[in-house]
Nanobody
Framework: QVQVVDSGGGLVQAGDSLILSCAAS????????IHWYRQAPGLRRELVAS???????YVADSVKGRFAISRDNDKNTALLQMNALKPEDTGVYYC????????????WGRGTQVTVSS
């Protein structure tokens, strides 16, 4: 079982930036697909950004131009750079890992809270 630790959340003001970190265990990290989800109070969990083992990225339209995802395979870490934060970005952000290439998310972090005040 891959262990995932997501971190970096906090309380910020609108317009500020945050960097979320996702650390995942295992020697095969470079083969993992990494995803960031978020869940706002009362809403469904939504996909924010993804990065494949090959470095291909996806960013949701709602955060395009403000968020970017990257990975450092030597450090077993993926980062979510969040700029120009808005109050509607508030929520719990979760890192999820597809470690075996099946398309299923087999490991999740516990989540990190991001709160953006207006």
């Amino acid at each position: 079982q891959v262990q995932v630790v997501d971190s970096g959340g906090g309380l910020v003001q609108a317009g500020d930036s945050l960097i979320l970190s996702c650390a995942a265990s295992g020697r095969a990290f470079r083969s993992y697909d990494i995803h960031w989800y978020r869940q706002a109070p009362g809403l469904r969990r939504e996909l924010v950004a993804s990065i494949t083992s090959g470095g291909g990225t996806y960013v949701a339209d709602s955060v395009k131009g403000r968020f970017a995802i990257s990975r450092d395979n030597d450090k077993n870490t993926a980062l979510l750079q969040m700029n120009a934060l808005k109050p509607e970005d508030t929520g719990v952000y979760y890192c999820a890992v597809d470690s075996d290439g099946t398309g299923s998310l087999d490991s999740w972090g516990r989540g990190t809270q991001v709160t953006v005040s207006s």
